[in-house]
């Protein structure tokens, strides 16, 4: 196992730091990990089904599949700061406009359209472009530190908003929630959040160079969009996001409602699914550390099946709390794996020169899982008052999705006037 220097930590943090909130209090874990905690006022106030209620995700699926390669474009092109900073303000704005909803499906619906558009820019692609840019021989374990926040605050905002819902009412949690990413990420961003291309950063930049000699040639090359669309490569991490973000997407959001069929009440189903969010964290930390230091498919392939433990585990039907507790821990483990790998992968198999668009076209078959896993586990519910017979699809879309990871081959090797050596 090769040593590695850890001085790119020293020029590096600012950037770890504002990343972690703005990908904490963005688009990728906000509407996730509280979507679960507003259904149940939103079901028992406007009459609606859990698969009404899931079906924002849908529709959000549907507009980030839109979003995500576009808004990717746009960073690659004006750059991540600007990109991350303007979504941060306007996703914030949309999730407050939840609180205006009278009972209409279909503002709720629209509501989750514009959500995807607005929050684009908040996704881990803007801020892991700049995090891969700053860092190389510690990128692994870098992403996994900048990506703590969606367990981090994953698990803060399911309290937080449920605590809302109990003192204040569903409106008021809405507008708490969307004033997250406004009052503290943006902030965050405006000060510390710069890639290695800004003037401002320019004499920092060149002491890392000085110090850290794999730092020495600007890390711009890589594929197009293109070229990235024609590799086979892209195909086997599209097919295998599709099935693990199912896997991992659709229980999160669908935890409360689980625990509460499996006889659990309210307050142990939230706090139960909130500890998901721990789980990530060191999810994130030891993925991190792992994929720098050993071939990352191979680490992924272990890391991202053994998550279908839980889905037995959550079969049971005298379910545990220890046991429903140790489901959450495994789950949120294998949850705490996936960005990391999805920014890894996709710096070292296409490059940095498209790397927020490639990285939006991935997000948007990730989105696909994500976004219909919910709602497909919503309708099992609402079809048959249990869980069981969807999570045991889960735990073969974790199994199916991990194997063709190792089919990737080495890591792809770029030329500083970005031809590519094919592995």
Not at 93 to 115: D, H, Q, R
Not at 255 to 276: C, H, M, N, P, Q
Not at 306 to 316: D, G, H, N, T
Request: net charge positive.
């Amino acid at each position: 196992m090769e040593k590695r220097s850890f001085k790119e930590f020293k020029f590096g943090w600012p950037v770890i730091l504002s990343s972690t909130f703005g990908i904490g209090l963005g688009m990728s874990p906000l509407p996730f990990y509280t979507i679960g905690v507003f259904a149940i006022p939103l079901t028992k106030n406007f009459g609606w089904g859990m698969d009404t209620v899931m079906g924002g995700l849908t529709v959000f699926t549907f507009a980030a599949l839109v979003a995500s390669p576009l808004v990717g474009y746009i960073a690659d092109k004006i750059g991540a700061r600007k990109t991350a900073m303007w979504s941060l303000f306007l996703f914030g704005l949309t999730f407050i406009a939840f609180n205006f909803n009278t009972g209409s499906p279909l503002l709720y619906y629209i509501l989750w359209g514009l959500l995807a558009f607005t929050g684009a820019g908040t996704l881990p692609m803007t801020w892991t472009r700049a995090i891969n840019n700053w860092f190389n021989e510690n990128r692994g374990l870098a992403l996994g530190l900048s990506l703590l926040g969606t367990g981090l605050f994953g698990a803060f905002a399911k309290l937080y908003a449920f605590s809302l819902i109990e003192n204040f009412g569903w409106q008021t949690a809405y507008i708490g929630v969307g004033l997250l990413p406004i009052l503290i990420a943006l902030p965050l961003a405006f000060f510390f959040f710069r890639d290695t291309d800004d003037p401002k950063v320019a004499n920092k930049l060149a002491k890392l160079r000085e110090e850290v000699p794999s730092h020495k040639q600007a890390n711009k090359a890589g594929l197009t969009v293109k070229q990235a669309l024609a590799d086979w490569r892209f195909w086997i991490l599209a097919f295998c996001f599709i099935l693990i973000s199912f896997g991992v997407g659709g229980p999160i959001p669908n935890l409360e409602r689980l625990f509460s069929s499996k006889g659990f009440d309210t307050s142990d189903a939230v706090i139960l699914a909130s500890s998901i969010g721990y789980a990530v964290l060191i999810g994130r930390l030891v993925g991190g550390y792992l994929i720098d230091r050993f071939w990352a498919p191979a680490v992924a392939f272990i890391l991202l099946s053994i998550p279908a433990i839980s889905c037995v585990l959550l079969q049971s039907a005298d379910l545990t709390y220890a046991n429903a507790l140790i489901a959450v821990i495994i789950l949120g483990f294998g949850a705490g794996v996936e960005y990391d790998l999805m920014a890894y992968l996709v710096s070292r198999y296409f490059g940095m020169k498209n790397y927020a668009a490639i990285y939006g076209f991935l997000y948007g078959f990730f989105a696909v899982g994500a976004g219909f896993g919910p709602v497909i586990f919503g309708k099992f519910f609402t079809a048959s008052g249990s869980y069981d017979s969807i999570l045991g699809y889960a735990a073969i879309a974790f199994i199916v999705g991990s194997i063709p990871l190792l089919f990737l081959g080495k890591y792809r090797v770029f030329k500083p006037e970005e031809e590519v050596l094919k592995a």
